[in-house]
Each structure stands twice: as C-alpha cells, then as structure tokens.
C-alpha cells in the first residue's frame, strides 16, 4: 500500500499568529481559554489591542515575572495576569454586560465540532460521569460580535471537526464567524463552510478528506 | 451612630440558619472569602444552598464546606477545577444537586435579584441543553430564553477595605462577583482586610455603597485560596 505524505499543517503558535493578523488595530477582545489564549502573544506590533477577561478585567496583560503575581489578579482560567496602562476593573454584571451588550468587537473559542451553518459544540462531551461546566461560553457566542474559532481541523484520533451537524451539546446555534485551524481558514457563510486561504503545502483536496461538509472554495481568484 | 463592625468571625456570622441560601463571593480563589466560609463550618449551619461561581478547590474554604455535608445544592456555572475532586465526588454520588448556570446568565440574575427585577430575557442558552424548561420569547425577531433573578439570605464576600459604614472597595480581580452579590443578600457580611472611620474613603471610589452591607469584620492578613492548597492544607 502506498503511504499517504504526512500532511504539513501549522501548529497551535502558528494557528494563533495567523488568526492575530485578522485582529483590526483598536479592537476589544476576549479570549478563550485554552489554545485561544496563545493569540496574546501574537498581537501584531504597531497596534493596540485590548484583551477582555470575563472574571472582570479590560486591558489584560502577560503573565507576572516568577514571583511578583497577585493571586487576586487573575484571568478567566484563573491564571495569574498583569494589567496594561488603560486597564480597567469590573464587576461580574458589568463584564457581562460589555459581553451580552455586543460592545465586544471579537471573542476567540476553541471548538469540539462546529457545523456548516455556524453552530458550535464547545461545552460538553455528554460523558456518563462528566461534571457539567459551562462558564461564559453561552454568553460570549450569544453577544459578541465576531466569533472565531481556533481549533485543530481534527480530532486527535483524525475525526473531523468541522461536520454537517454537531453531535456533542450546543454551546450557540448559527454563532461562528469564521475557523482557523491547522490546514486553513474557512468563513461560515449563508451557503456553509466556504474556503478562504490554505496552509501553504496543503491541497484543498485534503482538506476536504477532513471536513465532514461541503467545503466551497471561496479563494481570491477561483472559481466555485 | 452607624457601626456595622463585627467583633469577630462568630459574631459576624451569628443568625444563619439551616437551610439558607448563601452567595459566596469569588471567582476561583480571587475573592473568596475563605476566613468567612472557614467560620461558616465552625458555625455549623446545615443543609445549605450555595450560590457561587465554583465549587473551590482542594479541602480548604468552599470545597471544605461542601466536604463537611453543609451544602446540599450549588448555584453555579462551573463546578469543576483542577484540584479539587470534593464537588464531582458527591454529585456523582448523587449527594449534592446541581444547578448549571452560564456565568453572565447567572451575574445577572443576581443583579436583577438585588434590583427588584423578578425575571428578565436573554439570548444566552437559546438552542441549547440549557434551554430546558425555560419559557422562549421572541423579541424583534430574535428568541431569548426568561431567567429568574435570584436572591440569597446571605452573602458572604471579601473586600480590600471597608469603612464603618460598609462601604467597599476591593482588591483588582477580587471584586468579581462581590458587588452583585451584595445587593442580593439580606444579610450581607464583608471580611475586610483594613477597616476604617467613616469619612476615610473617598466617596468618588467607592464600589459597593453601604447600604448594600450589614457587617464588616476585620481580618488583616486573609489567607488565599491557593496557597492554603499548595500546602495542602484541610479544613477543619
């Protein structure tokens, strides 16, 4: 049997640095936690963006030097952060209402599945013995403007996850704004997943091998 | 005179009963108010409802609440951590019942609880599990899902100063949930870390107004949460 090449993919810092580039210079921004999280270090330079924690902080910055933490100071994974010059503190009502209130410009999530017309399954894996856990992930895909979601085009076992319709627990129907993941960038549009850039090395053709959906090439200059 | 000071722990908790509702103030370790919760089990008030953002972690503070049999129900939108196996223990056992909120769902029913708002709509949870029971409602088009605000008999929370009046003011990330729940509580009690004269605290900076407070007790170095649990420290 021939063996398939091994197909060359970005990895998760890659992932974030590509999908910083999309980020418009002044916008607020919540991320996720989890992989979303490496976007931080990503920001493009020249430009100011300001970084939303769900816990109550605008203006979020890196982590502290070893040893100059405040446990009080914490983000959304609850770990220790630093605050830029313009930050600001909130309480939980007004963090949530920058959130629900649309005043976010864009939220990045990672994603167990997300389907062709924008539903994102992000919460939930519905295991017998699993403790249910939902934090702010309804709320920042019902509110905030633009939601991108940064994931791995599949699972670790190569199950997709970009598919027809989420198996796992809903976390927001019709919500993704567009996918970046290992092997491209996709926009969900009216008509579903539409292809907008490909990882340099990857063929569409792959792509699609690993996409549960249709994907519609939506490139500069191809035809659909 | 107003002096809502509290001698001590005890005296600041005197009154709660069994059965009451309890918002707890924190998000993770930021905030909470571990001197409090840690007179709470010494107090010995049972079969408690507790609202909080998390379940706690290690054996210390909320987590050694719930250790201690004293809750039987949380509140909350995220009951996991990733030191604590106190929570997912008893509600796999079916010990401690569970009710799971998205977390800006459930700061605003606490604001709308201390603001007199019964109930009011959202859009988070529409389409989901968490939909279930909930009266769906449209409004220009979109559907939004009715919450009800909550209320609590108690509120237990944790601020970087208090004035003898029970104004406020936290200590960065700490804040979180402390001024909501102030609102929503009967029966507020605030561990501060300096308490000072009326008049000492700028009125311009204020966070939590006083009226919202009923007693304020001084605990001068308040332990965290997570250094009591990288010591792997337990509870009584």
């Not at chain 1, 999908?19 to 100011?48: F, K, R, W």
């Amino acid at each position: 049997m021939k063996e398939e090449p091994k197909l060359i993919g970005l990895d998760r810092d890659q992932i974030a640095r590509r999908l910083a580039q999309d980020i418009e210079d002044g916008s607020y921004v919540n991320l996720g936690i989890g992989m979303p999280e490496l976007v931080a270090q990503h920001l493009p330079e020249h430009t100011e963006i300001v970084l939303h924690s769900e816990n109550g902080l605008l203006g979020m910055g890196p982590s502290p030097a070893p040893g100059q933490g405040n446990p009080e100071l914490v983000n959304a994974g609850k770990r220790q952060v630093t605050v830029l010059p313009g930050a600001s503190i909130f309480h939980h009502a007004d963090s949530f209402a920058m959130i629900r209130g649309g005043h976010l410009d864009l939220c990045v999530l990672g994603a167990l599945e997300v389907a062709a017309n924008g539903d994102l399954a992000n919460w939930s894996t519905s295991e017998a013995d699993a403790i249910p856990a939902v934090g702010g992930a309804m709320d920042l895909v019902s509110g905030v403007r633009s939601v991108f979601v940064m994931t791995s085009h599949c699972t670790r076992n190569g199950a997709p996850k970009l598919v027809e319709e989420c198996s796992y627990p809903l976390t927001g129907q019709n919500v993704v704004t567009r996918i970046y993941t290992d092997l491209a960038v996709i926009e969900v549009g009216t008509q579903g997943f539409e292809l907008l850039e490909l990882t340099p090395g990857v063929q569409i053709e792959e792509v699609r091998q690993r996409t549960a959906a249709e994907i519609i090439d939506a490139r500069a200059g191809e035809t659909k | 005179m107003i002096d809502k000071r509290a001698n001590d722990i005890p005296a600041a908790l005197g009154g709660i009963d069994n059965g009451a509702t309890v918002m707890i103030g924190g998000f993770g370790g930021a905030g909470s108010p571990v001197e409090l919760i840690h007179g709470l089990i010494d107090h010995g008030a049972t079969d408690l409802t507790v609202i909080s953002n998390n379940t706690g972690s290690g054996e210390v503070g909320l987590a050694a609440l719930i250790r201690a049999g004293r809750v039987v129900k949380v509140i909350c939108s995220y009951p996991r951590s990733a030191n604590s196996t106190v929570f997912p223990d008893l509600y796999r056992a079916g010990k401690i019942a569970l009710e799971l909120v998205p977390q800006g769902t459930l700061a605003e029913r606490i604001r709308a609880g201390g603001s007199g708002i019964p109930a009011f709509y959202t859009a988070t949870g529409v389409g989901t599990e968490l939909q279930e029971g909930k009266e769906v409602r449209s409004f220009e088009g979109r559907s939004y899902l009715m919450e009800h605000g909550l209320s609590a008999d108690v509120a237990l929370l944790k601020a970087r100063s208090a004035d003898v009046h029970g104004n406020l003011l936290y200590n960065m990330t700490a804040r979180n949930f402390a001024p909501i729940m102030a609102t929503a509580a009967d029966l507020t009690i605030v561990q501060a870390e300096e308490v000072v004269e009326a008049g000492s605290l700028d009125p311009e900076a204020i966070v939590t107004p006083g009226i919202f407070v009923n007693r304020v007790v001084h605990v001068s170095q308040p332990a965290h949460e997570a250094d009591l649990v990288a010591a792997g420290e337990s509870y009584p």
